[in-house]
T-cell receptor, first 114, second 115 residues
């Protein structure tokens, strides 16, 4: 049973397109996250939701819009894709919005913008 | 500014030997949590070990242990009896009260295990 799943795993698209990445967790966790891993493998937080409420919103272009329809799902929609958006996007979840909690990661979505 | 630093971009170790990966961090807080994550070629991020800053005892998980030096703000990972399956990128990370529940990661250390 996959704990944190993401779809799709690979996404190749043209500049200017709009795309979405979906994330689901079956761990019963309250808190979910989106991280971006760039070409140098550096990981950085983008967003976090706790029980469908946005709690972390890093300095991310407003072309990126997260949506959490319920606490088990956190989707990431990206408008007007740019070359620099090419990266691996990881979804993660933790039991609560507490810094002591271990975060469990999905398998990542590799996005390539041509 | 980078607040978690892994000064070794690459490390290598012979199978069955021991290797230590370094990590330093910067915080003025006293209560925080430290983590080592492993990212093999499959890309999956896997928790290796975690340490609570208020605990003086170093965490251990089978062949993995940490050397946590709070005053020096150092959190190194020791892998004993290295196995081929340990080959991966290793990330040090922490979470602090002032940054909510987010993880702040270091740049990573690519570990190669030689047979």
């Amino acid at each position: 049973d996959t704990a944190v799943s993401q779809t799709p795993k690979y996404l190749v698209t043209q500049m200017g397109n709009d795309k979405s990445i979906k994330c689901e967790q079956n761990l019963g966790h309250d808190t979910m996250y989106w991280y971006k891993q760039d070409s140098k493998k550096f990981l950085k937080i983008m967003f976090s939701y706790n029980n469908k409420e946005l709690i972390i919103n890093e300095t991310v272009p407003n072309r990126f819009s997260p949506k959490s329809p319920d606490k088990a799902h956190l989707n990431l929609h990206i408008n007007s894709l740019e070359l620099g958006d090419s990266a691996v996007y990881f979804c993660a979840s933790s039991p609560h919005r507490d810094r002591k909690e271990t975060q469990y990661f999905g398998p990542g979505t590799r996005l390539l913008v041509l | 500014a980078q607040t978690v630093t892994q000064s070794q971009p690459e490390m290598s170790v012979q199978e069955a030997e021991t290797v230590t990966l370094s990590c330093t961090y910067d915080t003025s807080e006293s209560d925080y949590y430290l983590f080592w994550y492993k990212q093999p070629p499959s890309r999956q991020m896997i928790l290796v070990i975690r340490q609570e800053a208020y605990k003086q005892q170093n965490a251990t998980e089978n062949r993995f242990s940490v050397n946590f030096q709070k005053a020096a703000k150092s959190f190194s990972l020791k892998i004993s009896d290295s196995q081929l399956g340990d080959a991966a990128m290793y990330f040090c990370a922490y979470s602090r009260e002032t940054s909510g529940s987010r993880l702040t990661f270091g740049e990573g250390t690519q570990l190669t295990v030689n047979p």
